[in-house]
């Protein structure tokens, strides 16, 4: 079966509901550890492993002025605790991690849209 590639359908933040902008080219990032292979001077080498966060970016949301939806992102970010996340692409399948909104939040009134970012530590998991 081929691979099923598409538009995020919607992302939940702290248990509410985004829709993504269809075409909103995200990329995501699972965390875990990124490894680097660096020489001995005897020629043999060593791996370096590093722990990274899971992180989410280029998320285009519709924002909702009557919902209140970028005060509810900044009060998140105004906030010290990590929330969960759920990102559900057009393959039906849905990736699971708890962290925060990161970067800025801004709101463009011409397309009635915000573009996130979003990180935490572990590893965004697929449900």
Known sequence: MPAIAGSMESITIDGRSFAVTADADTSRKLGGFENEVQSNGD???????????????????EIDDTAGDQEFLQSLQ?????????????SGVSYQATGQVVGEVVFSNQSSSAS?????SGEMTPQ
């Open 43 to 61: 020629g043999t080498a060593r791996t370096v492993k590093t722990r990274v966060p899971w992180s989410l970016t280029g998320v285009v949301i």
């Open 78 to 90: 105004n906030s010290n605790r990590n929330v969960p996340i759920t990102a559900t692409y057009v």
């Open 116 to 120: 996130l970012d979003l990180s935490g």
